[in-house]
């Protein structure tokens, strides 16, 4: 994608915002509670990306040591993880920041027309507050969850309903993202992708995802 698109498509997490510090401050008051040792953030940002569930679920498998298909398995899962709701509501925009340059950059594509669509796996639950904690969400036409569609990234599920919605081609679309998830989305869509190098993808250099372009930051759209 050389020339400006109509249509972009954002990640949040790592993307956007970065929002480590306050996940971190929930997964350790659900540890604490639970009895179990705290982790630290770049823990935390390499387990950023498939949801909050799976977060937790990698969190306790670390802290109990034990292998991440037993904590799956494990019937108090599903208690744990209210506990872990319940802190990341109260955590959920207190400790996050914007990269620089996001709202700028998302001002300018909203003003030369472009439609602006959020694309996390972040649950609503969360996604919502974040984006209000920062101003974000008069900026976007769509705001597509973790939740919102029966499957989540790198299923195309959720881009291609906006996409379809929105009545314009696959080549007129952009996603932006920070993860190797973000950008097997995109092509499983057939959409170009862009991504950031400053966010989280598994601790491993985004690059190797081989995105169509990587930029340094947000003020590098078209
Ligand atoms: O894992 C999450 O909860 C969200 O991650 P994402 O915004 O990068 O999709
Ligand atoms: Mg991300």
């Given at each position: 994608m050389s020339q400006a698109a109509d249509l972009v498509f954002f990640d949040l997490?790592?993307?956007?915002?970065?929002?480590?510090p306050e996940i971190l401050d929930a997964t350790n008051a659900t540890l604490a509670e639970l009895g179990q040792r705290p982790v630290g953030q770049t823990q935390i940002e390499a387990w950023i990306g498939h949801g909050t569930q799976n977060l937790l679920a990698k969190a306790l498998a670390w802290a109990q040591g034990a292998p991440i298909e037993a904590v799956a398995a494990d019937p108090a899962l599903p208690a744990h993880y209210a506990v872990f709701q319940r802190h990341y509501a109260r955590c959920c925009g207190t400790r996050s920041r914007l990269y620089p340059g996001v709202r700028s950059a998302l001002e300018r594509l909203r003003q030369r027309g472009a439609r602006l669509a959020v694309l996390t796996n972040k649950e609503r639950a969360y996604t919502l507050p974040v984006l209000d904690a920062h101003g974000?969400?008069?900026?976007?036409d769509d705001i597509v969850c973790?939740?919102?569609?029966?499957r989540r990234k790198p299923d195309p599920m959720g881009l291609l309903a906006v996409l379809s919605a929105s009545g314009?081609?696959?080549?007129q679309a952009l996603m932006v993202g920070d993860s190797s998830t973000d950008i097997a989305t995109a092509r499983a869509a057939g959409v170009a992708v862009w991504a950031l190098p400053?966010?989280?993808n598994h601790g491993q250099p985004i690059a190797d995802s081989h995105p169509d372009r990587v930029i340094e930051s947000l003020a590098e759209l078209p």
């Open positions: 997490d790592g993307t956007l915002v970065e929002t480590a974000l969400t008069p900026l976007f973790g939740d919102s569609h029966p314009l081609e696959r080549k400053y966010g989280y």
